[in-house]
């Protein structure tokens, strides 16, 4: 099939039409004939999303810096143009070369969201490869996954033929080199399994078996392969001030998500949020120097003609050089002429200073982020502000000028009760009395909007015993809060779907057997599940009474220390014996310090030194 002659004819009927052609300013063109592995990196959403993924554009030019591999894009066709390729017969295709993707070696997907897991199989359909790993013979591409997702890679083990866990910018590099050699060699593909098993950091699913109890729960992880691991360590970048990043960054034609240039300051965190996988799963904090920062920021400018520059990290203002960074920043973009962005602030005085001085009198909106309405949670949860902290954060921000305030809080935390989700309305109140205090009539057009997320718990995370709230119970918790805000003036409340976030719940801690019902909802007809207008909550709980899955089993249910879990062979850096000891200070409401002020022993530091960390053991 010539697929350049069908694609013309498609793009004049569908919506967005350069989401599809490629060839923008950046990409890499390639003599096939001089490649020797081709690798599709497939993000499994949109364009827009997925060009505003900084890790797509590292993995893109760390594999085609390389002579003999070739990393080529493949994004999820939005619903007109997957109704008009499957039509016409047209398979998904890579932007680059316009190559079907089965033709490729490998087929890369990042797992950044449990709601996306249903496109991975879409694409994979509309690309004419079978879903699972069973029925996909030697002539197929090999079907890898990485991304945070990937620590619980169980509720896709029968899909993926390779798992990558942790930084995988090396270790990519490595698996298309090792899959090079061994096309040479002509062997199977479980020959190279057999010999990737042994690389830190790459997980072969098929050599591992899970055997259950009579109850569900796991009773042993089998090894079917006596050589492969006990326990799969993630790879960890130790320096990533020497770690290959884009300085070319592609430009997209259209508008995406985040039209901006983007450099990764530090790697990690060192706050320690019992509920927050990312704080776990990329420790250590690693950083990278002020100058390489400075450098970076500067050539990516230069060669993209953005009009944006923003600092990527969990936590911006925690870099070790934040107000140095942060001067020099502001003064390269006001001689480039373009804004600065940096988010996750933490929010002191110099943060405000430099906020006023990005912003002037433009004052957007500013975003803190309490988590949860009482002190005593907060403590639970290790978001270690007081009343204080926030009060004063906002007083500033007030007295400097800002109308629009946005709260982030979650609902479901572990040990909530409804004096905790009266205190989210009470800060609601004093910080619209606040307002009052310092603007008087003349701050009417004041706004706070109160944004609950719900709680979902987390492999690897100090809560990954915790069970879920119901959808009953959230949907409860919701309206309660609802009813509160009526009666509140200038407050705008919003909270997420219930039912996408059980399902979250689902496959964050699911094992094997929700692969059945995962395939089953594709075969129904779920698809970008993550977006609003497009979920069917009807045809998910068909897909799970047809396969026989209890949800609550999964979601709801509270698990105990004994218990195997899916993901125990996944080896995050972080010791269990540490998430079991922050789960217990969680249940009497004690704190433990930001390991900045010294090692917390949580056991990543064993492997690789923590810059960050103050002592080690």
Not at 133 to 148: F, H, L, N, S, T
Not at 390 to 414: H, R, T
Request: charged share 30%; aromatic share 10%; with cysteine.
């Amino acid at each position: 099939m010539n697929i350049d002659s069908n694609l013309n004819k498609l793009l004049k009927i569908v919506e967005k039409p350069a989401r599809y052609i490629g060839g923008e300013f950046n990409s890499v063109k390639k003599n096939l004939e001089k490649v020797k592995t081709r690798f599709g990196f497939a993000f499994p959403d949109t364009y827009e999303i997925g060009m505003s993924f900084l890790g797509l554009q590292i993995l893109y030019g760390v594999l085609n810096r390389e002579d003999d591999i070739y990393c080529e894009r493949i994004f999820a066709p939005a619903l007109d143009m997957e109704a008009e390729m499957r039509k016409s017969g047209l398979p998904l295709f890579t932007l680059e070369s316009k190559t079907p993707i089965k033709d490729l070696d490998i087929v890369g997907f990042t797992l950044q969201y449990e709601m996306s897991y249903t496109n991975i199989l879409n694409m994979l359909d509309l690309g004419g490869i079978p879903l699972t790993k069973q029925e996909r013979g030697e002539d197929y591409p090999i079907i890898v996954a990485g991304g945070p997702c990937a620590f619980n890679p169980e509720p896709l083990a029968d899909i993926f033929d390779i798992v990558v866990i942790g930084d995988g910018e090396e270790l990519i590099v490595t698996l298309c080199k090792k899959h090079a050699e061994w096309k040479k060699s002509g062997k199977n593909k479980e020959e190279l399994y057999k010999e990737l098993c042994h690389i830190e950091g790459i997980y072969i699913p098929s050599f591992y078996e899970p055997e259950y109890n009579p109850d569900g729960t796991i009773k042993n992880i089998k090894k079917l392969y006596k050589e492969a691991p006990d326990s799969i360590k993630k790879a960890i970048i130790s320096n990533i001030d020497d770690a290959f990043f884009p300085e070319n960054a592609i430009v997209p034609f259209i508008e995406v998500i985040h039209d901006r240039s983007v450099v990764e300051t530090f790697r990690g965190c060192t706050r320690g949020c019992r509920f927050c996988q990312a704080g776990m799963i990329y420790r250590p904090v690693r950083e990278r120097s002020k100058e390489t920062i400075e450098t970076l920021a500067k050539k990516m400018l230069e060669n993209s003609g953005h009009e944006e520059l923003s600092l990527l990290s969990l936590s911006t203002s925690d870099y070790s050089q934040f107000e140095e960074l942060a001067t020099s920043l502001m003064k390269m973009c006001k001689e480039h002429n373009v804004s600065l962005s940096l988010p996750s602030l933490r929010l002191d005085s110099f943060s405000f200073k430099v906020l006023q001085e990005i912003q002037g009198y433009k004052k957007s909106g500013l975003t803190f982020a309490p988590e949860a309405g009482s002190q005593r949670l907060r403590n639970v949860v290790n978001k270690n502000i007081t009343e204080e902290n926030i009060y004063s954060s906002i007083e500033q921000a007030l007295e400097l000028g800002w109308s629009n305030l946005k709260l982030y809080f979650m609902v479901g935390l572990p040990t909530e009760t409804l004096d905790d989700l009266d205190g989210i309305v009470e800060i609601a109140k004093n910080v619209v009395d606040l307002n009052y205090k310092i603007n008087g009539r003349k701050g009417g057009r004041f706004n706070v909007t109160i944004s609950v997320s719900s709680f979902v718990p987390k492999a690897h995370t100090p809560f990954q015993w915790h069970g879920q709230d119901t959808a009953k119970e959230f949907r409860k918790k919701h309206m309660h809060l609802k009813d509160k805000f009526k009666s509140i003036r200038g407050v705008t409340f919003a909270y997420h779907r219930t039912d996408t976030t059980i399902l979250e719940a689902v496959f964050a801690r699911g094992d094997r057997n929700v692969t059945k019902p995962l395939i089953e909802a594709f075969k129904l007809g779920c698809s970008f599940d993550g977006w609003s207008e497009h979920f069917n909550n009807d045809l998910w709980l068909k897909a799970f009474e047809m396969t026989g899955t209890d949800v609550n089993f999964y979601a709801s249910r509270e698990r105990n220390y004994d218990e195997i879990l899916p993901w125990d062979h996944i080896d995050s850096g972080v010791l269990k014996e540490f998430l079991i000891k922050e789960n217990e200070k969680a249940k009497v409401e004690t704190l433990t310090d930001d390991c900045r002020l010294g090692c917390v022993d949580c056991g990543v530091s064993k492997r690789v030194k923590c810059e960050m960390g103050g002592s080690h053991a």
